[in-house]
Nanobody, 128 residues
């Protein structure tokens, strides 16, 4: 049973940085697509970054490319999202999400919230 627990949100001034963490409990014998999805009240969820658990494949939304970095520490079972040069429009609740991916990476759906079936509780990021 996969569980995800985010931490690291907070309030930061524009131009600042935050690092989100997501403690995972993945089956080490399986492959997953792991993603960071954000949501603003009244708007649809937006996938911002995704990684395949082999570590070889990553994908970013154009809105965060060059500013956000997704990574994983397999030894610690932790997923990270390093967010630099934050902008007010990055303000949202950020969710860590996982999708079992037996057949491969499938980058075309990596940033689609519909792909993910396990979600964390979310962590708020506010950029002023």
């Amino acid at each position: 049973h996969v569980q995800l627990v985010e931490s690291g949100g907070g309030t930061v001034q524009a131009g600042g940085s935050l690092r989100l963490s997501c403690a995972t409990s993945l089956n080490p014998d399986s492959r997953y697509c792991l993603g960071w999805i954000r949501q603003v009240p009244g708007k649809e969820r937006e996938g911002v970054a995704a990684i395949y658990t082999t570590g070889d494949n990553k994908k970013y939304a154009d809105s965060v490319k060059g500013r956000f970095t997704i990574s994983q520490d397999n030894a610690k079972d932790t997923l990270y999202l390093q967010m630099d040069n934050l902008k007010p429009e990055d303000t949202a609740t950020y969710y860590c999400a996982a999708a079992l991916s037996r057949g491969g990476w499938y980058p075309s759906s990596a940033l689609s919230s519909a792909r993910y079936n396990t979600w964390g509780q979310g962590t708020q990021v506010t950029v002023s």
